[in-house]
């Protein structure tokens, strides 16, 4: 039961990040030259470690933002 309740935790945390580089937000990140994947790899690294495969928490978002903000990227509106 333990790895079934795993397994859900992990789906769920995986559609919430999902949703929130889904294309349909109201906003993206922009870095002229800048290396998307290779930056929000590093930031998603930094910021979630700590989280266990549990679902994003305000505090870890906010840190995602930060981490990205402190690499040089914008949020910008679609």
Known sequence: MTT??????????????????S??????????????????AACKTASYADSNGALPTNASVRRMQSCMEGKGWKKVAR
């Open 4 to 21: 079934m309740k795993s397994t859900l935790i992990a789906i769920l945390a995986a559609a919430a990040l999902a949703a929130c580089a």
């Open 23 to 40: 294309p349909f937000s109201g906003w993206r990140w922009e870095k002229p030259g800048g290396d998307y994947d290779t930056d929000v």
